[in-house]
T-cell receptor, first 112, second 114 residues
């Protein structure tokens, strides 16, 4: 059974720091991996999607990497800002299926 | 703008009552999903539908029911059999078979017990 774990569960940093959020999964037979952002009381916003054949994806200050063989993905946030404060979730899509398996999330707070 | 609309934003349920959460999308997506989110836990799949008039149970379907009579709509009923319904419920959609596309989410419904 696929399990997805995110470490750390919570993170509080001063503005300007570069951050790394971690996501690990137990079964490497994934189709792709997504990183989402969730603001309090809101739905999820897709940030980056990495196909299983890719190593990384970039969008602005965000960079996500994928090491499928070791069951790991990282989300790198450069020059963090207070507006980055949110919960970040990763999810893996199993091969040949519409289903996503979610991690428990990392709650990030960036203070001025 | 295309998107997913969930209503109501807040919902209260009395003991023994069934309540229905609405989810409507205008993205022309074939697949729709219902997730439950509890504090400190990831999203868990309740039901999903890949096409009109068809749906499958997810990991925690007990105490819930769904229908998919129209492509745009996928309502979720929380029945009295669901003994711990207090949670944040999220609806999502995606184009079926295009697994390289991300799922899109609504803003959720928070359900509480009176």
């Amino acid at each position: 059974k696929q399990e997805v774990t995110q470490i750390p569960a919570a993170l509080s940093v001063p503005e300007g720091e570069n951050l790394v959020l971690n996501c690990s999964f137990t079964d490497s037979a994934i189709y792709n991996l997504q990183w989402f952002r969730q603001d309090p009381g809101k739905g999820l916003t897709s940030l980056l999607l990495i196909q299983s054949s890719q190593r990384e994806q970039t969008s602005g200050r965000l960079n996500a990497s994928l090491d499928k063989s070791s069951g790991r993905s990282t989300l790198y946030i450069a020059a963090s800002q207070p507006g980055d404060s949110a919960t970040y979730l990763c999810a893996v899509r199993l091969d040949n299926t519409d289903k996503l398996i979610f991690g428990t999330g990392t709650r990030l707070q960036v203070f001025p | 703008d295309g998107g997913i609309t969930q209503s109501p934003k807040y919902l209260f349920r009395k003991e023994g009552q069934n309540v229905t959460l609405s989810c409507e999308q205008n993205l022309n997506h074939d697949a729709m999903y219902w997730y439950r989110q509890d504090p400190g836990q990831g999203l868990r799949l309740i039901y999903y539908s890949q096409i009109v008039n068809d749906f499958q149970k997810g990991d925690i379907a007990e105490g819930y029911s769904v229908s998919r009579e129209k492509k745009e709509s996928f309502p979720l009923t929380v029945t009295s059999a669901q003994k711990n319904p207090t949670a944040f419920y999220l609806c999502a959609s995606s184009p079926t078979g295009r697994w390289n596309q991300p799922q899109h989410f609504g803003d959720g419904t928070r359900l509480s017990i009176l």
